[in-house]
């Protein structure tokens, strides 16, 4: 592992100064995905900044009749709590559904939305990518592609966005709220939060420099019937080939976003208009402008027989 410094911030404006004084510094708190990286050379920050002492560990109630739910919430006490379970049951099954129970008690809400969009030749140094090396090439382009994206890719990229709570997040509509370096704070939509590869796919989200999440704000519950489903090579431990997120309501209305085929979570609200009338209706507008290669394809058909299980679910809930 390459030599770094360490330090613990006291504040989240203290954090966030520190990291856009510091230069390749870097945020730490459960470290399930940073610290691997390290490891493996492909995140070499020069100084971490612990932010584990920062009390961004509590989920209360809005105002408005939501959630606010700090930044340092594990992934075990955000899915286990009552409120997320009774109100907000499609997180609560997201996050089940990804990592192992040791990870999700490290694992964090910010540093979950944060891992890094990635696939096997981002992990592979001795390949060129574009997201470890800017200008290096895609390796994966022409390569071995089954797991990758079949939207929303560049030609620079086209790895998918691996996580499972960000899906849910998205379909909620959440809301990320931060604090810049001069202590301002602003809320960005999770819909606005990650990017796509475009020419700079080294580039996972729309966090200015210094940037640190402080919590994640869920609307008022929509009610409804929340599923998520999550199709994958093994039944634990593995990303989504494909998967669901759905809020349905008896007249058959609802919200999707779908995981495992873009470079951040995929949602297009248009789409959902169709819900009633099907899984095919619905497939169609979600994946206009799909370019899946030869590897990748089965994801297609894939996404509308997942949808369409959802919807089938939905009307026997």
């Given amino acids: 592992m390459i030599p770094f410094t360490y330090a613990r911030a006291k504040t989240p404006a203290e954090a966030a100064a520190s990291a856009l004084q510091t230069p390749g510094a870097k945020f730490i708190a459960g470290g ?19 932010v584990g002492d920062l009390k961004l560990d509590r989920i209360e109630a809005t105002p408005e009749g939501g959630l606010r739910i700090g930044a340092r919430v594990t992934n ?3 899915a286990a709590d009552a409120r997320v379970r009774r109100d907000y049951g499609v997180l609560t099954r997201a996050i089940v559904a990804g990592a192992s129970g040791q990870l999700r008690n490290k694992a964090t809400t910010a540093g979950n939305l944060l891992q890094r969009t ?3 030749y981002f992990y592979d140094t001795n390949m060129a990518c574009n997201k470890r090396r800017p200008g290096s090439g895609c390796s994966a382009i022409g390569g071995y592609s089954r797991q990758l994206a079949v939207i929303g890719v560049s030609d620079a990229c086209i790895a998918t966005y691996p996580g499972d709570m960000a899906v849910a997040m998205r379909v909620l509509d959440a809301t990320v709220e931060t604090v810049k370096p001069d202590g301002t704070t602003r809320a960005v939509p999770i819909v606005d939060f990650h990017r796509l590869p475009g020419d700079a796919p080294h580039i996972d989200t729309n966090l200015e420099a210094g940037e640190l999440i402080t919590a994640v704000t869920l609307p008022k519950p929509v009610g409804g019937t929340h599923i998520y489903r999550k199709v994958r090579d093994r039944a634990s431990y593995a990303y989504a080939l494909v998967s669901v997120a759905g809020v349905i309501q008896r007249d058959g209305s609802g919200r999707i976003a779908i995981g495992g085929i873009a470079h951040k979570p995929w949602r297009v609200e248009a789409a959902e208009a169709h819900l009633p009338h099907g899984a095919k209706a619905v497939a169609a507008q979600l994946l206009s402008g799909a370019k899946p290669t030869e590897d ?4 297609i058909p894939l996404v509308e027989r997942t949808l369409a299980a959802v919807i089938a679910e939905a009307r026997t809930a």
């Fill in 32 to 50: 399930t995905n940073l610290l691997d990286l390290m490891k493996l050379q492909i995140e070499t920050p020069r100084h971490l900044i612990d």
């Fill in 76 to 78: 075990t006490n955000l």
């Fill in 118 to 120: 990635r696939c096997p």
């Fill in 296 to 299: 990748n394809a089965f994801k």
